[in-house]
């Protein structure tokens, strides 16, 4: 059997990378990609889009975020980005809208009424 070449035989690995995943009998790669395979085909990848697998550092909703960002809006979004507190201050109207912005953001609602 003929050799394929680099480029021939990177296209049918990954159509075989491809059957596997999709469950195909017999698919399975004979062994392991080489290392400078896995770079090569890591390299293709895109970052840009909503639904790839690799993500970047920014601002978008699919971007990933810096281990040390802080919500303040100049490393990453404001945690409160669209958030309304609502009613005038120290009225009922306020402190239940203050509390309901809490809730929705994780925080357990034990409060009872005055």
Do not use: C
């Amino acid at each position: 059997m003929a050799e394929l070449n680099a480029d021939e035989n990177n296209k049918r690995r990954i159509k075989q990378i491809a059957r596997f995943r999709e469950g195909i009998v017999g698919s399975t790669p004979e062994k392991p990609p080489s290392s400078r395979y896995l770079d090569w085909f890591h390299g293709q990848t895109s970052y840009r889009r909503p639904t790839d697998l690799h993500h970047q550092i920014g601002f978008n909703s699919w971007d990933a975020s810096r281990g040390d960002h802080t919500h303040d809006g100049t490393d990453s979004s404001l945690i409160l980005d669209g958030l309304t507190i609502e009613g005038e201050r120290g009225t009922d109207a306020y402190d239940q809208s203050v509390n309901a912005l809490l809730v929705r953001l994780g925080a357990t609602n034990n409060s009872t009424a005055p």
